[in-house]
């Protein structure tokens, strides 16, 4: 299983949009990484969301776009993209 945590303020556009990103990709995801997904959100006073892939911090902020936030979740699991 592949944990994946956000955290950041409730009410922040980035956080919600980021939600928002996994919950829309969380099947192609599965797929892609051969193991179910599981996305927590954590309430925390921070001026940028933060993305946890296992337990490790992997970005802060929100991606420029979906497939940027794929290749940062595919990179934390040390996949490479397929052409």
Known sequence: MVRIVVR???????????LAWLSELREFLEGELSERIEV??????SRYPLLY?????VFEGLPGEEGYLIEIIRSARGLRATA
Do not use: I
Not at 53 to 57: A, P, R, W
């Open 40 to 45: 927590e959100f954590v309430e925390e006073d």
């Open 8 to 18: 950041g303020r409730r009410d922040d556009y980035h956080v919600r949009t980021l």
């Open 53 to 57: 892939v296992d337990g490790e911090l």
